[in-house]
């Protein structure tokens, strides 16, 4: 079976009755996970974006605090759990603001935790890929923000 475009999908949805409309949601957020929490994200928390985002840092220092930091291997597996985790709530904003303030509390949760990034070399290369990542990202925003966000960059950098 092959799957519609977005288009096609649009164009449907806009003459589906709204008691259809629901009903046809609510299936789609039962059957993935992802779904039902991008459903919540739209309806309960969209509206307070910056609320958003301090519970989503909350989260990311929670798991930090949960990591087993004794074997290394473990701490590149939490970590690379931690970036999915924060890509699909960066999914759901989809702001370069909110992606920014995510990534950099990540880097500097990182830089702070007792992990030694240095001495290994693929946790230094997620490391350094997040902060090309957020450079990146930065480069895309308004000048202020940007000013703003590379202070705080160049904090992680050391430069």
Do not use: W
């Given at each position: 079976?092959?799957?519609?475009s977005?288009?096609?999908?649009?164009?449907?949805?806009?003459?589906?009755?709204?008691?259809?409309?629901?009903?046809?949601?609510?299936?789609?957020?039962?059957?993935?996970?992802?779904?039902?929490?991008?459903?919540?994200y739209?309806?309960?928390?969209?509206?307070?974006?910056?609320?958003y985002?301090?519970?989503?840092?909350n989260?990311?220092?929670?798991?930090?605090?949960?990591?087993?930091?004794?074997?290394?291997?473990?701490?590149?597996?939490?970590?690379?759990?931690?970036?999915?985790?924060?890509?699909?709530?960066?999914r759901?904003?989809?702001?370069?603001?909110?992606?920014?303030?995510?990534?950099?509390?990540?880097?500097?949760?990182?830089?702070?935790?007792?992990?030694?990034?240095?001495?290994?070399?693929?946790?230094?290369?997620?490391?350094q890929?997040?902060?090309k990542?957020?450079?990146?990202?930065?480069?895309?925003?308004?000048?202020?923000?940007q000013?703003d966000y590379l202070?705080?960059?160049?904090?992680?950098?050391?430069?």
């Amino acid at each position: 079976m092959k799957a519609a475009s977005i288009s096609d999908i649009k164009q449907e949805l806009s003459n589906v009755p709204p008691a259809k409309l629901l009903e046809l949601c609510l299936r789609l957020a039962k059957y993935k996970k992802d779904n039902k929490e991008l459903l919540n994200y739209l309806l309960f928390e969209a509206h307070d974006e910056q609320a958003y985002i301090i519970n989503i840092k909350n989260e990311v220092e929670e798991d930090f605090a949960a990591m087993n930091k004794s074997n290394v291997y473990f701490a590149k597996k939490s970590l690379r759990k931690i970036l999915r985790t924060l890509a699909k709530h960066i999914r759901y904003t989809a702001s370069k603001q909110a992606e920014v303030e995510l990534l950099l509390h990540f880097c500097s949760t990182l830089k702070n935790s007792s992990i030694p990034l240095q001495r290994n070399t693929v946790l230094n290369n997620l490391y350094q890929a997040q902060i090309k990542k957020v450079a990146k990202v930065i480069a895309t925003l308004h000048d202020d923000l940007q000013y703003d966000y590379l202070k705080d960059l160049d904090k992680l950098t050391g430069t």
